[in-house]
């Protein structure tokens, strides 16, 4: 029996996304990521001299080297939650996620420092980090096919971008926070404000968690369980069937990651420490430009389902191709308003050009009884290999040539691989989930 049509047996008004299902795959996305990104803002800024007793190169290398763990675990979480996800469901899988996430955050604002532990500080800050990493691995691809396998083929791109917008408010919420108790004096910051953004997760996934249970499973998932045809190994027949959506899955989110990172993790290390910009300026710019992602994730989602995923994704690429070089200028000019600029034209429209038609456009690649696996398995090997990294690679980029202009031509790398990976598919904006 072919199944792999079962999201396009629903009727279609039974594929209408129910309103607290949207919320609260938008909010627990939200909490999601206001606790990974604060691990991000933190590695830039203060977990060198804290947990590596240092503040010099050296230090900012070891703590973006931590960052990168986070995404090293996030495959192993991607692997653990698609598979839970396409067995038994994907509203129990999101309700685990937000707890591995929310306690992992929670703990880290607790942590002794290296002054306080000594080597022991390090060592309970990867682990914790593996743990954040693996929360997060199960949540991007759960949350958004909560609303992709509700919505009608004419809406996939805009009902999809909805929750992925909570990727954007989280750091703006991870940054207005940071940046707040960064106006705190360096004493008071270094010994006890930077933990407060952490510990302030326990009350954020206790929210979460109140509005999550609430929802209800999928009609494709529903559907695929009362016929009995969940696959047992969904992971397995993924990769014998379709390998090639696993791997087109992974290049598609390059160019996501490196832009992505490089700009909200590399360049705050590099505009405070290089440019000698205040923190406070360079999160605010940060958080500004996030705000906007609360408009224009929906808003290029919405676009891709009028003139196709590809055609606006490629022309995402190509325009973040011509901004690279200028973005770093514009930093480079220590100008408040034109930091600002260059966040803005980077985040809600370079990135999010391509990063806004992501959700709907991985989700259709994928037989339905494998979606969560498939989906998670790609993304998540590609966030560990090409967004855990960029940090670290941009920084020892910088610090081999002594010129940012390397670092650019990095973005320019992970733009041309995206863009294979694009190419290399059909068009499936207002096809089914065939």
Known sequence: MNVTGTADAIPEAAARVDRRTMIASTVGTV?????????????????????????????????????????????????????????????????????????????????????????????????????????????????????????PAGRRGLLGAVPAMGTGAGFVLASAVFGTVSLLPDSAMMSWGWRVPFLASIVLVGFGWLVRRGIQETPVFRELAARGETARFPLLLTLRQQPGAVLRTMGVTVSGFVWGYLIQAFSLAYGTSQLHLSRSTMLWAVAVASALEIVTIPMWGALSDRIGRRRLVTAGLAFTVLYAFPFFWLLSTRNTLLVFVAMIVAIPIAKDAVFGPQAALVAEMFDARGRYSGVSAGREIGGAIFGGTAPFIGTALLALTGSIWPVALYVVLGCLVTFVAVVAGRETAGGTLR
């Open 31 to 151: 909490l999601e990521w206001y606790d990974f990104n604060l691990y991000g803002l933190a590695s830039a800024l203060v977990f060198g001299p804290l947990f590596f007793s240092s503040s010099s190169l050296g230090g900012t290398l070891a703590s973006f080297a931590t960052f990168a763990v986070g995404f090293a675990a996030r495959p192993v979480g991607g692997l653990l939650f698609g598979h839970l996800g396409d067995r038994l469901g994907r509203r129990r899988i999101l309700l685990v996620t937000m707890l591995v996430m929310g306690l992992s955050s929670a703990l880290l604002g607790i942590l002794p420092t290296y002054a306080q532990a000594g080597i022991w500080a390090p060592i309970l800050l990867v682990a914790l980090r593996v743990c954040q990493g693996i929360g997060v691995g199960g949540e991007f691809g759960g949350a958004t096919l909560l609303t992709v396998e509700n919505a």
